[in-house]
């Protein structure tokens, strides 16, 4: 599960997690992977520091962060919903479970809810195929998701579900 982070990363936060890598662009995408982790996103900041520290152009650094899908550059979620849209899941109703999260909590995929406790974004395969439709709820599989049962899922992760939303 991300690391939850109730403030901005400030300088000395990112500082602490790029000084761990030689500055050298090798080193680029494991610096990139500790941010993720740790933030939850790419803070444009720490990837201008990134470029610094190893001394190449913000462009290049840049690129590589949106050419990767795992990498996002705005703030996710506390709980990243991850809904498999792949051949088995789409035909088993994939749509469906994403119509439901977005009429509960008013998020499409690649949006976050204002709070900040929920995103959602769609993937091409979680390699779950046998468990269709699957969702991703930050690490945890949760198979054979149900119209009915995303609702007792985004309840579990603290999620409030208006009755009347039904």
């Known amino acids: 599960m991300p ?8 300088e000395e936060m990112l500082l602490a997690i790029i000084n761990n890598y030689p500055g050298e662009n090798r080193y680029i995408l494991s610096i990139m992977q500790d941010m993720q982790k740790q933030f939850n996103y790419l803070p444009r900041q ?3 520091m990134i470029a610094l520290h190893v001394d190449s152009p913000f462009s290049q650094v840049y690129s590589m962060a949106t050419f990767y899908k795992a990498f996002s550059l705005v703030p996710k979620g506390r ?3 991850k809904v498999c849209d792949g051949t088995a ?5 994939s749509n469906v479970i994403i119509d439901q999260i977005y009429k509960h909590l008013g998020i499409r995929p690649g949006e976050t ?5 929920f995103s959602l ?15 991703l709820a930050n690490d945890r599989v949760h198979p054979k ?3 009915a049962g995303i609702v007792e899922i985004i309840k579990s992760y603290g999620g409030h579900v208006d009755a009347s939303s039904k």
């Open 89 to 93: 899941c789409h035909i088993k109703g």
């Open 145 to 147: 998701v149900t119209s």
């Open 113 to 117: 809810t204002p709070d900040g406790e």
């Open 46 to 48: 720490g990837l201008e």
């Open 79 to 81: 709980i990243n919903f």
């Open 3 to 10: 690391a939850e982070t109730n403030s901005k990363p400030n």
């Open 121 to 135: 974004e769609t993937v091409n395969c979680i390699g779950a195929c046998a468990l269709a439709p699957a969702v």
